[in-house]
């Protein structure tokens, strides 16, 4: 079974910029959650989607979204990039239900210039 | 909001010496999984404990789920190179889908 996927691997932006990232989940997992990691704060939840539906949101501010198409497949936006963006975005995918396991994606590496 | 409180932050140790880590919660996790992060790299999924005092193997590696639901350690033994990286605990709380992870251990192995 092939794991999670996450395209690109690595992008450049300049500030002010938007850009999309996408995840492909474990087939037959419905969840898709996204992560920010950066050096000083770790991994933060930013959203968790299921069956197309936005199920739980972190703190982050509204230039932040996402969606999950029906065949699970999910993509984040970030419009209006900042400095502060440049990080390591994580995907990972889980069946969806309670108490699952959550496998990660290689994640893409996003620098905001 | 709930936070997991992993400790150590860091630690160097000699190969072949055994490690241990633990993360403790504030409130009841159903779930702890243990993850491995290297550099650039996404984390990857070591162990998963469900149930309160299991205690589970992979390899060197074994994990517990603490008695209280509120903690779980991991260690590895007689440690080797290529265990460094950086470890992550994730508990899940009991009523929701969102997975909180602690802040990591950052393992550095001297051969």
């Known amino acids: 079974k092939a794991g999670v996927t996450q395209t690109p691997r690595y992008l450049i932006k300049t500030r002010g910029q938007q850009v999309t990232l996408s995840c492909s989940p474990i087939s037959g997992h419905r969840s898709v959650s996204w992560y920010q990691q950066t050096p000083g704060q770790g991994l933060q939840f930013l959203f968790e989607?299921?069956?197309?539906?936005?199920?739980n949101k972190g703190n982050f501010p509204g230039r932040f979204s996402g969606r999950q198409f029906s065949n699970s497949r999910s993509e984040m936006n970030v419009s209006t990039l900042e400095l502060g963006d440049s990080a390591l975005y994580l995907c990972?995918?889980?069946?969806?239900?309670?108490?699952?396991?959550?496998?990660f994606g290689p994640g893409t590496r996003l620098t905001v210039l | 909001g709930q936070q997991l409180n992993q400790s150590p932050q860091s630690m160097f140790i000699q190969e072949g010496e055994d490690v241990s880590m633990n993360c403790t919660s504030s409130?009841?996790?159903?779930?702890w999984l243990w993850y491995k992060q290297d550099p650039g790299e996404g984390p990857v999924l070591l162990i998963a404990l469900y149930k309160a005092g299991e205690l589970t193997s992979n390899g060197r590696l074994t994990a517990q789920f603490g008695i209280t639901r509120k903690d779980s350690f991991l260690n590895i033994s007689a440690s080797i190179p290529s265990d460094v990286g950086i470890y992550f605990c994730a508990g899940f709380p009991s009523g929701t889908y969102k997975y909180i992870f602690g802040t990591g251990t950052r393992l550095k192995v001297l051969a």
């Open positions: 989607y299921f069956s197309e539906t936005q199920r």
């Open positions: 409130s009841i996790f159903n779930t």
């Open positions: 990972a995918s889980s069946p969806g239900t309670s108490d699952n396991e959550q496998f």
